[in-house]
């Protein structure tokens, strides 16, 4: 058997159709806990159309899987974290970050995007390595 170097990917993206999530989180309410954390849900269950939020983030955590050339090795592996004001960023758990150590590569080199509408979610992640990250005053937040 030939033996291949594996190559990091370094991109992934993927697409999510906001009516099939909803259409299965509303036929099994308890996929909830077994796709993502409770942080994310109670972050998505806060907006009127929770099942976008859902998209987005499921998406993510596929880009995550496909930048790392893993495949989605354990469903709520990878966590989206959204703080006010920055942009989102992800912790990956278990499996997942075991893969990731493996083929060298830390969690804060890891970096996504969300869009969504209301008919799809898409997610994109890279993987950056040896970025400073810069600092920049912000103005306040308004209240």
Known sequence: MEKR???VPGVGVDVVDCGRMKFALER???IRKRLFTDDEIAYCEKYRFYERHYAGRWAAKEAVCKALGCGLLQ???????REP???PYVRIFGKIEKFA???GVR??????SITHSELSAVAVCTIRRGIEPVTIPLPPAES
């Not at 969690?107 to 996504?112: A, G, P, Y």
């Open 5 to 7: 170097e594996f190559i």
């Open 28 to 30: 099994t309410p308890r």
């Open 75 to 81: 469903w709520n592996g990878v966590e989206v974290i």
């Open 85 to 87: 004001r920055s942009a």
């Open 101 to 103: 150590t493996l083929v």
């Open 107 to 112: 969690e804060d080199e890891l970096f996504i």
